[in-house]
DNA sequence: ACGATTTTGTTAACGCGTTCACAAACTCTT
DNA sequence: AAGAGTTTGTGAACGCGTTAACAAAATCGT
């Protein structure tokens, strides 16, 4: 149990704030573009207008890894492209399970964007018999009970969720049992988990349903579309 | 243009932080799992911890809306359920129209929760001819070219794309000049539109790669992964 | 009827994140 | 070499959201 925090034990910055990791992925999406666009510099206002944030808070971001960029030049776009990659862990692949192989755990087994963003689908695992031992985007389903050996075997970290909602709980425990400490859910449930394992919720109703909010009022305005 | 905000005029609350907004949709969840278990009244504390939130942040999101509550009592589940639903615009149903079918699209098009939550999936739109004209979830695939008319025709206002990142600039174009004043995008690019059309982004990469942060922070404790 | 108990609605303090503003540091021109 | 022009890195102000704390208002018990 090695708790202790380590302020800036090395040369590594620590107690990066939340917000800031968010974005780092954005940075690093953008810096890729400008490579392909063959941009060997860039200042904070060309990096965060690829970006769409403002320029003083990306130079705080970037603040927090170290100063990687040099005054009255700019960032050399391949370094900081590497020293981002480096920081949020991109320069190897992580392995990801994938629990529930219905419509959007194919879809996201069959994801394009991952590979390059250094996500790897190593696994896919399904409760339902009729598809344990399919092939799904080139990957043998597996059987929910095989998850401990898949996951040790294979040294994975992280588990999707891509079930129900009524399963969510039930996968997350098995996934914690089995060595897993980071969880993303697509689940509409929300999964309890013990310290020492993240988890992160991506809920595409709710997602909808804010827009649906913001369209209400911009209506509302206009017709007063009331519940009569 | 009636900008005027209006400041509580009717009995309608306006301005309700952002933070809480999406928080209503959590709340309607565990107001319906607790119809459907049954129980009647509920004390804060009961829907906050369903909910995963803080008790006292629950109330004070409620108190936007109103006082719909009764001290020392609580909230009547299906009364509250009620308000927040017409609160966010869930007594009628929103037509959204996809675009891009392809594999996320058509887990989005099969998607078992949003029609309990409102949300009908009302077109699919491909640029691919090879596409259009197939059935998927029951809907015949139109063209993107006959987006101006689906969406008028059908007075959809919320558009979700499911493209390639590099279609998404182009997609949303189209989206704003058929009408849409609301979307939601899947795709790895964030996409420039005109103001009085809300835009909400959803990256399925980048929620993985916040977590393999996390997982490298973790795992750097104990055997200090350095790249070397 | 009245005090004890429960629970809401709200005010105030706190913390985090964003943004501004500017000194430090670098390049370029003359 | 020195000043003008750029651009980063950061300290400080600001704003939003969260949390704690408590008064107001209802029920319950006697």
Redesign the pocket.
């Known amino acids: 149990m090695t708790i202790l925090r380590s302020p800036l034990a090395d040369g590594s910055a620590r107690g990066i704030?939340?917000?800031?990791v968010a974005?780092l992925p954005i940075y690093l999406r953008a810096l890729n573009g400008l490579t392909e666009q063959g941009v060997a510099t860039?200042?904070?206002?060309?990096?965060a207008e690829q970006a769409g944030?403002?320029?003083?808070?990306l130079?705080?971001?970037?603040?927090y890894l170290?100063?990687?960029?040099?005054?009255?030049?700019?960032?050399d776009v391949e370094y900081l492209r590497y020293q981002i990659a480096r920081e949020i862990g991109q320069t190897q692949d992580w392995d990801v399970v994938i629990v529930g192989v219905g419509n959007l755990g194919s879809a996201l087994s069959a994801y394009q964007g991952f590979s390059t963003r250094g996500i790897r689908v190593a696994a896919l695992v399904d409760a339902d018999p009729d598809r344990v031992g399919t092939i799904v985007s080139g990957i043998t389903v597996s059987s929910l009970d095989d998850l401990i050996t898949i996951v040790e075997d294979r040294a994975i970290s992280i588990g999707v969720i891509a079930t129900p909602g009524t399963a969510a709980q039930e996968v997350a425990d098995r996934l914690v049992a089995a060595g897993i400490t980071s969880i993303l859910n697509f689940a509409p449930a929300l999964v309890q988990v013990p310290d020492g394992v993240d988890v992160r919720k991506v809920d595409l109703s709710i997602e909808l349903q804010i827009l649906a909010y913001h369209e209400q009022r911009k209506a509302g305005s206009d017709k007063a579309g009331g519940a009569a």
């Open positions: 704030p939340d917000a800031t974005r860039c200042s904070s206002n060309d990096l944030v403002n320029p003083a808070k130079r705080k971001d970037l603040s170290g100063s990687y960029g040099t005054r009255g030049v700019g960032y």
